[in-house]
């Protein structure tokens, strides 16, 4: 649906008069096409180094950045690099990163202020700034994992400072992981990335990296992928955005949607899938489509629907047909795959939850429980699957724009487009680049993470 407020605030008059009024400013996003050669295209970015004293991971973090960019340039911070440009103040940068895998304690903390004082005026609007650090369960020491989990709040609240679509995230790296960053540095330092702020996304070892020949540009290239609820919106979308990354599409939505189906397959040579994943048999009709694909290399689970009403007004059916199909059937359709080895070892489950999962909402305590107990799904699955070398993760979106969304009473709408760090909604493709970053096989450091495509929304945590 179409913002007024954000191109009206994008005009030279909108500008001045928000400015006046002290109205929320937003900035066009800018998101990755392919073949983008924009200032955002990855190889063109200026990516600004720093460092805690001690860090042992800059050789390997200076390597990924410029196997990423071919503009590196190194704070004062930075020590031991003398291959990389080092940075003159007041030269402007598109993204900022900042290692402080060697913070041991509160009282080195100074270091970060030093940096992010010095640097956060130099970064351009729709910019990205990355901070590294250790798992807090990790430290050694009852003062380093302190240290490390005060990054949390650093992090968030540098995501609310800057403006300008400027995103921050932290990522928390096992110790033995750095093989496993350049999937989530390409991601976080791209125009893919625009709708996703003040997150915490950890890295873990994992047994397979991708060869050096790797095709970002077609990371997903021979794979096959089921995408539920393809139909329409955010499934359109993910199904667009992984056959642009090379995959092949198995499109399930259900026997309603047929028409709407066979457009959205057609339109990109996959393969439609009617089926209800309610009914009793569809996990053991999945088993056999996936065993005739010769296994499934990537699940997303985006299928979902809403019966909203307040708990003492609900009726049962209500109750049971949401908890259902947002989640039990999940659960059913995961368990067959990976009995009967529908789901390729290496493989990929990525599932939809939801802020309300999160937050919570009011008249919507079925939609809240189903989509809070995804979050669950993945987090207790992720160690069993680390065993056949699967991995599994949640993206959580906040206000997207969808037709759903554009039946939301006015005033609701504004407030969900307003309430973020970004002062507007998001868009389905947001959504979709998420995914398709989990979905990589060069991703296969991220298991059990929980990401949020929210612009940062003051709800939740």
Same mark, same amino acid.
């Given at each position: 649906?179409?913002?007024?407020?954000?191109?009206? #605030?994008?005009?030279?008059?909108?500008?001045?008069?928000?400015?006046?009024?002290?109205?929320?400013?937003?900035?066009?996003?800018?998101?990755?096409?392919?073949?983008?050669?924009?200032?955002?295209?990855?190889?063109?970015?200026?990516?600004?180094?720093?460092?805690?004293?001690?860090?042992?991971?800059?050789?390997?973090?200076?390597?990924?950045?410029?196997?990423?960019?071919?503009?590196?340039? #190194?704070?004062?911070?930075?020590?031991?690099?003398?291959?990389?440009?080092?940075?003159?103040?007041?030269?402007?940068?598109?993204?900022?990163?900042?290692?402080?895998?060697?913070?041991?304690?509160?009282?080195?903390?100074?270091?970060?202020?030093?940096?992010?004082?010095?640097?956060?005026?130099?970064?351009?609007?729709?910019?990205?700034?990355?901070?590294?650090?250790?798992?807090?369960?990790?430290?050694?020491?009852?003062?380093?994992?302190?240290?490390?989990?005060?990054?949390?709040?650093?992090?968030?609240?540098?995501?609310?400072?800057?403006?300008?679509?400027?995103?921050?995230?932290?990522?928390?790296?096992?110790?033995?992981?750095?093989?496993?960053? +350049?999937?989530?540095?390409?991601?976080?330092?791209?125009?893919?990335?625009?709708?996703?702020?003040?997150?915490?996304?950890?890295?873990?070892?994992?047994?397979?990296?991708?060869?050096?020949?790797?095709?970002?540009?077609?990371?997903?290239?021979?794979?096959?992928?089921?995408?539920?609820?393809?139909?329409?919106?955010?499934?359109?979308?993910?199904?667009?955005?992984?056959?642009?990354?090379?995959?092949?599409?198995?499109?399930?939505?259900?026997?309603?949607?047929?028409?709407?189906?066979?457009?959205?397959?057609?339109?990109?040579?996959?393969?439609?899938?009617?089926?209800?994943?309610?009914?009793?048999?569809?996990?053991?009709?999945?088993?056999?489509?996936?065993?005739?694909?010769?296994?499934?290399?990537?699940?997303?689970?985006?299928?979902?629907?809403?019966?909203?009403?307040?708990?003492?007004?609900?009726?049962?059916?209500?109750?049971?047909?949401?908890?259902?199909?947002?989640?039990?059937?999940?659960?059913?359709?995961? +368990?067959?795959?990976?009995?009967?080895?529908?789901?390729?070892?290496?493989?990929?489950?990525?599932?939809?939850?939801?802020?309300?999962?999160?937050?919570?909402?009011?008249?919507?305590?079925?939609?809240?429980?189903?989509?809070?107990?995804?979050?669950?799904?993945?987090?207790?699955?992720?160690?069993?699957?680390?065993?056949?070398?699967?991995?599994?993760?949640?993206?959580?979106?906040?206000?997207?724009?969808?037709?759903?969304?554009?039946?939301?009473?006015?005033?609701?709408?504004?407030?969900?487009?307003?309430?973020?760090?970004?002062?507007?909604?998001?868009?389905?493709?947001?959504?979709?680049?998420?995914? #398709?970053?989990?979905?990589?096989?060069?991703?296969?450091?991220?298991?059990?993470?929980?990401?949020?495509?929210?612009?940062?929304?003051?709800?939740?945590?």
């Amino acid at each position: 649906m179409k913002d007024s407020y954000l191109n009206f #605030a994008n005009t030279g008059f909108g500008a001045k008069l928000t400015s006046m009024l002290g109205l929320p400013q937003p900035l066009v996003l800018e998101r990755y096409a392919a073949g983008q050669t924009k200032r955002l295209t990855l190889g063109q970015h200026t990516v600004l180094l720093g460092a805690c004293e001690g860090s042992d991971i800059l050789a390997p973090l200076s390597k990924t950045l410029a196997a990423i960019t071919q503009n590196v340039s #190194a704070h004062s911070s930075v020590t031991g690099t003398s291959t990389i440009t080092p940075w003159q103040s007041g030269d402007r940068v598109n993204a900022l990163v900042f290692d402080a895998t060697k913070l041991q304690n509160t009282s080195a903390s100074g270091s970060l202020h030093e940096f992010f004082n010095q640097t956060v005026r130099a970064v351009k609007a729709n910019g990205r700034v990355i901070l590294i650090g250790r798992p807090p369960a990790d430290c050694d020491t009852p003062s380093m994992a302190i240290a490390q989990r005060a990054l949390e709040g650093l992090s968030r609240s540098l995501a609310k400072e800057l403006k300008k679509a400027i995103t921050v995230q932290l990522i928390y790296l096992h110790s033995g992981a750095e093989n496993q960053l +350049e999937s989530t540095l390409r991601f976080l330092l791209s125009s893919k990335s625009s709708y996703v702020s003040g997150q915490v996304i950890t890295i873990s070892k994992a047994r397979t990296t991708e060869a050096d020949g790797f095709d970002w540009s077609q990371p997903l290239a021979g794979k096959k992928v089921l995408v539920t609820g393809a139909s329409q919106g955010i499934g359109a979308s993910i199904v667009e955005v992984m056959a642009r990354d090379g995959a092949q599409l198995i499109c399930l939505d259900i026997p309603q949607a047929t028409a709407a189906l066979d457009e959205v397959a057609n339109r990109v040579k996959g393969r439609s899938l009617s089926l209800d994943l309610s009914a009793k048999n569809a996990a053991e009709m999945l088993v056999e489509q996936a065993r005739n694909d010769g296994g499934w290399d990537v699940i997303v689970h985006n299928a979902g629907i809403t019966r909203d009403k307040t708990i003492a007004n609900m009726k049962p059916e209500f109750w049971s047909s949401v908890v259902n199909v947002n989640l039990s059937s999940q659960e059913r359709i995961n +368990e067959a795959l990976l009995s009967s080895g529908g789901l390729n070892s290496g493989g990929r489950i990525i599932c939809v939850s939801s802020i309300s999962g999160i937050a919570g909402n009011r008249g919507q305590t079925n939609y809240a429980f189903s989509k809070a107990g995804v979050i669950g799904m993945v987090q207790s699955l992720a160690p069993i699957l680390a065993k056949n070398n699967i991995t599994i993760n949640a993206v959580t979106p906040g206000f997207i724009e969808t037709k759903m969304t554009a039946a939301i009473p006015f005033s609701i709408r504004e407030a969900g487009r307003r309430l973020n760090s970004m002062s507007q909604g998001g868009l389905p493709v947001d959504v979709a680049e998420t995914i #398709a970053w989990f979905a990589s096989p060069a991703s296969s450091g991220l298991s059990a993470n929980v990401v949020r495509v929210c612009g940062q929304s003051i709800l939740g945590a």
